[in-house]
């Protein structure tokens, strides 16, 4: 019998027991994880909130500089995110 990982039991599982926006929830876990390590600390300061819907990256900010940075670096953050995932998981990003 093959060995398997504790990661790949649990990956099999959420594949095949999970409804889309269950799997938007993980996957928005695992991109804040990323998010802290490729954004300046001043930036995520001024992000409210942060979810993945749709395969949209929806950003809600306080502040109308951050949200005019984070919109000259959207590109840059999607394909940053989806290359840490080795995924194409974030087709867009709204950021209100």
């Known amino acids: 019998?093959?060995?398997?990982?504790?990661?790949?039991a649990m990956q099999k599982m959420i594949d095949k027991k999970t409804t889309p926006s269950f799997q938007d929830g993980l996957l928005t876990v695992?991109?804040?994880q990323i998010w802290v390590g490729i954004l300046p600390?001043?930036?995520?300061m001024h992000?409210?909130?942060m979810r993945l819907h749709n395969h949209?990256?929806?950003i809600k900010t306080n502040d109308g500089p951050t949200k005019d940075e984070l919109?000259?670096?959207k590109n840059d953050i999607q394909n940053k995110i989806n290359?840490?995932?080795k995924s194409p998981v974030i087709q867009s990003i709204k950021i209100y």
């Open 83 to 85: 290359e840490l995932l």
């Open 41 to 44: 600390q001043i930036i995520l």
């Open 1 to 8: 019998m093959p060995r398997v990982t504790l990661m790949q």
């Open 47 to 49: 992000v409210t909130s």
């Open 71 to 73: 919109l000259r670096l």
């Open 30 to 32: 695992r991109i804040r």
């Open 56 to 58: 949209v990256l929806i």
